[in-house]
């Protein structure tokens, strides 16, 4: 197919290479000239696992392209993907879907021709039948023009495997020739077994919100029980595999640490939070609010751990490496990173704070420039008087401890992701605090 996506960001480049791998003829739009100029010469404005090679052999091979143009993609393009920005609005609690309009705004008009318009930005329930009646009445094509809601349920820095190879995939539609347009477009992927759930729009709306929030429940409470093992003396890994066994439960995403962050997760569970209470589900909506406050706790508890781990030393004038400033491994965002909150509580607490990242100091630097920054991991350590781990990139997890006890003023290392294995950092000389983990 011809397919366009329009806006091209964290959601829009990955799912522009990913069509392109699958066969399509694709055009990414975006407003930015900057952006557009660096995407066609094969360059990676964000780093996600495995894009940049995508991104080199499809521009490069003549399948993707990309333009500040969009009547050039109403033109070119059978297909319209959606993957404009919804942030957080100005009440902190709705989606501000004005770039979904805005996308709808500028491309309806140009529609001459029967399409389809597939929505996979995260909206508010009840978009879809807005976004339709607006676009069937700016297009020329009229109700020829079919509108399918979309979501995404990619986890960043796995954006492409999710995009190839996702767990399922939901289409919110309500005609028979929108869904012939999905099963085409994502033929390769259905063709490989997975499962398409076909739903009215609403369900398609609401099922992004459930998801990401099930998950934040999920992180809010293990995090809450790491709490009670810092308590009570207990090991919350040990309570991880433990509930992880059970069938009914499952280990995936139940990783303690310093909470959620990202582009996506905190504001899915504000805004499916805000939706339950307008509906006027306040029993959802307390629930959910409550996750929401174990998540805002996460940066005190751990600099409770940190103090705890210094002993008589003041956290004032410390020199503190933070390991970490993307809000999870295989990504550059730094959106509402936990990371860099705790860097910047650190600096605000006194301390003297360098953050190494493999990949994010780039991007946290332009979000946090009052933090210095280490583009070497072992260099990052040299002098310091505490190690934060606050990201659970695999660099840190691979590190071999021996070579680097030398280089701090004090080899210690607070663990708040709870990722590494403290034994051979233990046996090589260092100390080592844990989330939920007795001290040893």
Not at 20 to 30: Q, R, S, Y
Not at 255 to 274: E, M, Q
């Given at each position: 197919?011809?397919?366009?996506?329009?806006?091209?960001?964290?959601?829009?480049?990955?799912?522009?290479?990913?069509?392109?791998?699958?066969?399509?003829?694709?055009?990414?739009?975006?407003?930015?000239?900057?952006?557009?100029?660096?995407?066609?010469?094969?360059?990676?404005?964000?780093?996600?696992?495995?894009?940049?090679?995508?991104?080199?052999?499809?521009?490069?091979?003549?399948?993707?392209?990309?333009?500040?143009?969009?009547?050039?993609?109403?033109?070119?393009?059978?297909?319209?993907?959606?993957?404009?920005?919804?942030?957080?609005?100005?009440?902190?609690r709705s989606y501000d879907t004005a770039q979904v309009y805005g996308a709808i705004r500028g491309l309806a008009p140009h529609?001459?021709?029967?399409?389809?318009?597939?929505?996979?930005?995260?909206?508010?329930?009840?978009?879809?039948?807005?976004?339709?009646?607006?676009?069937?009445?700016?297009?020329?094509?009229?109700?020829?023009?079919?509108?399918?809601?979309n979501p995404e349920f990619l986890r960043e820095g796995h954006a492409v495997e999710d995009t190839l190879r996702p767990d399922?995939?939901?289409?919110?539609?309500?005609?028979?020739?929108?869904?012939?347009?999905?099963?085409?477009?994502?033929?390769?992927?259905?063709?490989?077994?997975?499962?398409?759930?076909?739903?009215?729009?609403?369900?398609?709306?609401?099922?992004?919100?459930?998801?990401?929030?099930?998950?934040?429940?999920?992180?809010?409470?293990?995090?809450?029980?790491?709490?009670?093992?810092?308590?009570?003396?207990?090991?919350?890994?040990?309570?991880?595999?433990?509930?992880?066994?059970?069938?009914?439960?499952?280990?995936?995403?139940?990783?303690?640490?310093?909470?959620?962050?990202?582009?996506?997760?905190?504001?899915?569970?504000?805004?499916?939070?805000?939706?339950?209470?307008?509906?006027?589900?306040?029993?959802?909506?307390?629930?959910?609010?409550?996750?929401?406050?174990?998540?805002?706790?996460?940066?005190?508890?751990?600099?409770?751990?940190?103090?705890?781990?210094?002993?008589?030393?003041?956290?004032?004038?410390?020199?503190?490496?933070?390991?970490?400033?993307?809000?999870?491994?295989?990504?550059?965002?730094?959106?509402?990173?936990?990371?860099?909150?705790?860097?910047?509580?650190?600096?605000?607490?006194?301390?003297?704070?360098?953050?190494?990242?493999?990949?994010?100091?780039?991007?946290?630097?332009?979000?946090?420039?009052?933090?210095?920054?280490?583009?070497?991991?072992?260099?990052?350590?040299?002098?310091?008087?505490?190690?934060?781990?606050?990201?659970?990139?695999?660099?840190?997890?691979?590190?071999?401890?021996?070579?680097?006890?030398?280089?701090?003023?004090?080899?210690?290392?607070?663990?708040?992701?709870?990722?590494?294995?403290?034994?051979?950092?233990?046996t090589a000389g260092w100390t080592v605090h844990q989330l939920g983990r007795p001290g040893k």
């Amino acid at each position: 197919m011809r397919v366009s996506v329009i806006g091209c960001g964290h959601l829009g480049i990955p799912h522009a290479a990913a069509m392109a791998e699958l066969g399509h003829e694709v055009i990414g739009v975006d407003v930015d000239r900057a952006k557009v100029d660096r995407l066609n010469a094969g360059e990676c404005p964000i780093y996600e696992t495995g894009l940049p090679e995508l991104l080199v052999r499809h521009t490069g091979g003549g399948r993707l392209r990309f333009t500040t143009d969009i009547r050039e993609a109403a033109d070119f393009a059978e297909l319209h993907f959606i993957g404009v920005g919804t942030p957080i609005d100005a009440d902190g609690r709705s989606y501000d879907t004005a770039q979904v309009y805005g996308a709808i705004r500028g491309l309806a008009p140009h529609l001459g021709r029967p399409c389809t318009i597939v929505g996979k930005s995260t909206v508010t329930v009840g978009t879809t039948s807005q976004v339709t009646a607006l676009a069937q009445r700016l297009a020329p094509a009229g109700e020829r023009v079919e509108v399918v809601w979309n979501p995404e349920f990619l986890r960043e820095g796995h954006a492409v495997e999710d995009t190839l190879r996702p767990d399922r995939l939901i289409a919110g539609l309500t005609t028979a020739e929108a869904e012939k347009a999905i099963r085409t477009v994502y033929a390769p992927i259905l063709d490989a077994g997975v499962p398409l759930f076909v739903t009215d729009p609403q369900t398609a709306e609401l099922a992004k919100g459930a998801a990401n929030t099930f998950l934040g429940l999920k992180i809010s409470y293990i995090n809450a029980v790491a709490d009670m093992c810092e308590a009570a003396g207990g090991d919350i890994s040990q309570i991880v595999e433990i509930l992880g066994i059970d069938s009914r439960i499952g280990s995936g995403g139940m990783h303690p640490g310093i909470g959620y962050g990202g582009g996506c997760l905190p504001k899915d569970v504000r805004a499916f939070t805000a939706s339950a209470r307008r509906l006027g589900v306040t029993g959802a909506a307390d629930l959910l609010r409550a996750a929401e406050k174990i998540n805002e706790t996460r940066t005190d508890v751990a600099m409770d751990l940190i103090v705890r781990a210094l002993g008589e030393r003041p956290l004032k004038g410390a020199r503190v490496t933070v390991w970490g400033a993307a809000f999870k491994p295989g990504t550059n965002d730094v959106r509402e990173s936990p990371a860099l909150a705790l860097a910047h509580a650190l600096q605000q607490a006194g301390a003297a704070v360098t953050v190494h990242d493999p990949q994010a100091v780039p991007t946290a630097v332009i979000r946090n420039p009052e933090l210095d920054y280490a583009d070497d991991l072992p260099a990052s350590l040299d002098g310091a008087d505490l190690v934060v781990l606050a990201t659970e990139w695999p660099e840190y997890r691979q590190a071999t401890p021996e070579a680097l006890v030398d280089r701090p003023a004090n080899p210690l290392i607070v663990d708040c992701r709870t990722t590494l294995d403290p034994a051979p950092w233990r046996t090589a000389g260092w100390t080592v605090h844990q989330l939920g983990r007795p001290g040893k």
